[in-house]
């Protein structure tokens, strides 16, 4: 199955897909897009080009467990895409993933400007890669 990941954002979103086969996680772009609406039709549009049957997005959930503003703004946001895909659109707690990406970045020398046009997009491949490691040992 080709799933698009999300990881929502402010002023970017970070967008990465895997394969059919649900074997590799690859980046797709970051789009930098403040107005939701704007942003859910360009992920929408996204998602369609890409023919992806099934969109997740990152919950970015407080590390003692619980939910402040900004993953109500990422609920919010993946029921509008919900709306404007007709696909499934399930949420996955991305607790650290920016964390592990500027790990990935540091490992990688990734500096300056290109760090911070890509730092979104790593972020979505690790919030993908943990999605399809869960559907994996749960059977899914």
Known sequence: ??????DFGRARTGIAIC???EMLASPVTV???????HLVQKVAALAA???AEM???GLPVNMDG????SAQN???FAESLREACGIPVDMLDERCTTMEAHVFLNATNTRGKKRKAVVDAVSAVIILE???AKRKTSGV
């Open 55 to 57: 969109i997740v997005v």
């Open 66 to 69: 619980s939910e402040g503003e």
């Open 1 to 6: 199955m080709v799933i698009l990941s999300v």
């Open 74 to 76: 990422a609920r919010r």
């Open 130 to 132: 943990n999605y399809l």
């Open 31 to 37: 789009i930098s897009e403040k107005y939701v609406p």
């Open 19 to 21: 394969d059919p086969g």
């Open 49 to 51: 080009e890409k023919k």
